[in-house]
Nanobody
């Protein structure tokens, strides 16, 4: 299983970023895919998830600002992040659970003026 995340960077408050995570080694279309994040000094937390059927769930802190989506042909999951806030600063990881958790390498998002 390989999860390759990309799209992080430095953005000003109120700005937008789109993260991507390309998956290989799994039957992508049948698995729930997730985005987590870990801010400095904090525990890793679930940001958003999307099931094989397209149902989504979000952390309360990002509802209305972030959108998770998937492209089963490209075997990629996305996280569109709008109206970013300084408290969104973290390393973002894509994740899939297949008898155990698999993690991508993480991509750093920094929200700062």
């Amino acid at each position: 299983v390989q999860l390759q995340a990309s799209g992080g960077g430095l953005v000003q408050p109120g700005g937008s970023l789109r993260l991507s995570c390309a998956a290989s080694g799994i039957m992508f279309s049948i698995n729930t895919m997730n985005w987590y994040r870990q801010a400095p000094g904090k525990q890793r937390e679930l940001v958003a998830g999307v099931t094989s059927g397209g149902s989504t769930n979000y952390a309360d802190s990002v509802k209305g600002r972030f959108t998770i989506s998937r492209d089963n042909v490209k075997r990629t999951v996305y996280l569109q992040m709008n109206n970013l806030k300084p408290e969104d600063t973290a390393v973002y990881y894509c994740n899939v659970f297949l008898q155990r958790d698999y993690w991508g390498q993480g991509t750093l998002v920094t929200v700062s003026s």
